[in-house]
């Protein structure tokens, strides 16, 4: 009933910058909490950044100081802030929802975009 799309990603320069967006659409309530993830050929799947309704956030050290978590209530849409990539930072990076619906809370994850970090 709700669904979360990725996008933003692309093919960049060591240094450079995206935004990666995550729109969900449905039968949304309002959203409580934003995860980004992000997962490399052979990799696991590493937790990047999360966002709670209250303001809250939290990165990965990693990334700390190069990317920002940030949420537009109107829109249903949260948005990854990536900057001074470098190239261990190629991966699908995923959104995770948590969803109020009428009646309901549900979990819900988007489908990836691909990040490539390459000179």
């Known amino acids: 009933q709700v669904q979360l799309v990725e996008s933003g990603g692309g093919l960049v320069q060591p240094g450079g910058s995206l935004r990666l967006s995550c729109a969900a659409s449905?039968?949304?309530?309002?959203?409580?909490?934003v995860h980004w993830y992000r997962q490399a050929p052979g990799k696991q799947r590493e937790l990047v950044a999360w966002?709670?309704?209250?303001?809250?956030?939290y990165y990965a050290n990693s990334v700390k100081d190069r990317f920002t978590i940030s949420g537009d209530n109107a829109k249903n849409t949260a948005y990854l802030q990536v900057n001074s990539l470098k190239p261990e930072d190629t991966a699908v990076y995923y959104c995770?929802?948590?969803?109020?619906?009428?009646?309901?809370?549900?979990?819900?994850w988007g489908q990836g975009t691909q990040v490539t970090v390459s000179s």
């Open positions: 995770y929802a948590v969803v109020r619906e009428v009646g309901v809370t549900r979990h819900y």
């Open positions: 449905g039968s949304i309530f309002s959203i409580d909490v």
């Open positions: 966002l709670d309704s209250g303001g809250s956030t």
